[in-house]
């Protein structure tokens, strides 16, 4: 069962269990009540976190155990953690499965303000990747030197310090006023000195640790290919918020945040491409797009048969469309009915407009033996649940 009650389930994510950072000023290693725990988990391109309690409304009831099979920012996985479900979160990229393995899978561990010090010193030891592959782009005169420095100290780490972190290091690296959010403009910087970069990232560990609990679940990260891991997790809700080709795009998140992935390792075993302006290595992963998109999403829902129930966060204008989808999910067995909600994504191009206003699409989905009646049952109360709360 749920721990929180079904009477709960019209309070917010931030009313039950987190707190903005600022107003509540912590040691470093301090653990966290919930009602003190930070209200924003990171910032990440398609994040769920304005939508975290709308997903929990529609989240099937009885459920006590949930794959994130697509975790990348871990809101969503982070949320269902805080609700008392035991999570399995897997993301491809290794930003995302340190920042799981630091807040999901990671109950207690934290860095003391003694590790913090250590970790913002001068390594005059430090290699000089950073400083020679991207001096002039993404940061500041200063900061690639900086950069070189702590992601060295990193490495005086290990288990879930380390991960810790990298987050940390990652998160600080993709936030400031300017950078768009991504890596890929050379022609864009973040704009901050080698001095503020030290405070945000401090003040990030600092963050971060305030995140960590013990929900009292084994809670795993995994990172590898989601037809991969599927077949081996067994959980009773499978939450897919995968990446998806729309009219306006087609995103490959590897592409757009390559300075951090490639930081993560710091890029050994990678290849930077000669004729990259923003100095991007050689990339595998294959990239959704609308002639691909239906045999992507055939293939991983189909490794996911044998998990009862399925969310699948979706928008409008993307590939397949809402009919094509309710057709691939009846194919395989489940009965579905399809949320909407309107969403304005974050600004994270040159460009703003229809492609940043979403309609938020969310396939909730049942096995073909579950009745229509229960469907239509629960179409109805969230309708009752919407109207009371426009009423209040």
């Known amino acids: 069962m749920n721990v929180l009650s079904e009477t709960k389930k019209d309070l917010t994510f931030e009313q039950l269990f987190l707190f903005p950072m600022e107003k509540n000023k912590t040691t470093a ?13 990171t910032n990440y391109l398609g994040s769920k976190q304005k939508l975290v309690d709308w997903i929990w409304r529609n989240t099937p009831d ?3 155990s949930v794959l994130d099979a697509f975790s990348g920012s871990v809101v969503v996985a982070y949320m269902y953690k805080s609700k008392g479900l035991r999570v399995f979160a897997n993301d491809h990229l290794r930003y995302s ?17 003694r590790e913090i010090e250590k970790l913002l010193a001068d390594n005059p030891k430090a290699k000089t990747f950073v400083q020679d592959n991207f001096k002039g782009i993404f940061f500041p005169k200063g900061v690639h030197a900086l950069i070189d420095s702590l ?18 290091l990652g998160k600080t690296c993709v936030s400031g006023k300017g950078g768009f959010g991504h890596f890929t403009c050379s022609y864009v ?29 084994e809670n795993k990260a995994y990172r590898g290919d989601v037809n991969e891991i599927l077949p081996k ?26 300075f951090v992935e490639g930081l993560m390792t710091y890029w050994d075993g990678l290849t930077i491409k000669a004729d990259s302006k923003v100095k991007c290595y050689e990339i595998s992963h294959v990239t959704v797009t609308k002639r691909n998109a239906s045999d992507f999403f055939k293939e991983f829902l189909g490794n996911a048969t044998h998990i009862p129930h399925w969310l699948i966060s979706y928008r409008d204008h993307a590939y397949p469309n809402e009919q094509q989808m309710k057709k691939i ?42 009745s229509r009646a229960e469907l239509e049952k629960r179409k109805n109360d969230m309708k009752k649940e919407n109207v009371n709360a426009t009423n209040k």
């Open 29 to 41: 290693s301090e653990k966290q009540p919930p009602e003190k725990r930070p209200k924003d988990i």
């Open 233 to 258: 997790v067994k959980a009773d809700l499978a939450y897919f918020d995968p990446p998806y080709a729309t009219e306006f795009s087609s995103v490959n998140y590897e592409k757009f945040y390559h």
């Open 189 to 217: 910087k973040r704009q901050y000195t080698p001095d503020e970069f030290k405070k945000r990232l401090k003040a990030n560990i600092e963050w971060i640790n305030a995140l960590i609990f013990d929900n009292g679940k």
């Open 329 to 370: 999910i009846g194919g395989l067995g489940r009965q579905s009915r399809m949320e909407t909600k309107d969403h304005k994504y974050s600004k994270t191009f040159k460009h703003d407009g229809e492609a940043c206003r979403a309609k938020e699409r969310l396939f909730v989905c049942l096995k073909g033996n579950q």
């Open 151 to 168: 992601r060295a100290n990193c490495d005086d780490l290990s288990g879930y310090k380390k991960d810790i972190a990298l987050f940390a």
């Open 97 to 113: 499965h340190h920042a799981a393995r630091a807040i999901i899978e990671n109950s207690s561990t934290r860095l003391s303000e």
């Open 62 to 64: 009885g459920v006590s």
